[in-house]
């Protein structure tokens, strides 16, 4: 299974940005989606996850800023950014657990999206 991401960039302290992310291939079932984040010099976090069932749940930092959110019909998981400080900063991977060939289970990384807050 591959996913794709998008929707990195530069934003402004502040702004908002939305990032995509879609898997793809033989996928007969999506557990839980959720978007890590690595910034320079310090260790990958969980950002933000969401179950099948539409549960969610938040680090501390992007509470009541982030929205994670997901179209089941097109594998695709979002991550809506408002409020963005320069903390923010770092490159964005999701990661998507399901089931796929061969009735396996999979757990896939996507290929890491930039990005930067600054003015």
């Known amino acids: 299974v591959q996913l794709q991401a998008s929707g990195g960039g530069l934003v402004q302290p502040g702004g908002s940005l939305r990032l995509s992310c879609a898997a793809s291939?033989?996928?007969?079932?999506?557990?839980?989606m959720g978007w890590y984040r690595q910034a320079p010099g310090k260790q990958r976090e969980l950002v933000a996850s969401?179950?099948?069932?539409?549960?969610?749940d938040y680090t501390d930092s992007v509470k009541g800023r982030f929205t994670i959110s997901r179209d089941n019909d097109k594998n695709t998981v979002y991550l809506q950014m408002s409020s963005l400080v320069p903390e923010d900063t770092a490159v964005y991977y999701c990661?998507?657990?399901?089931?796929?060939?061969?009735?396996?289970?999979?757990?896939?990384w996507g290929q890491g999206t930039q990005l930067t807050v600054s003015s």
């Open positions: 990661n998507v657990d399901g089931v796929g060939r061969g009735f396996r289970r999979f757990d896939s």
């Open positions: 291939g033989i996928i007969y079932s999506i557990n839980a």
């Open positions: 969401i179950t099948r069932g539409g549960n969610t």
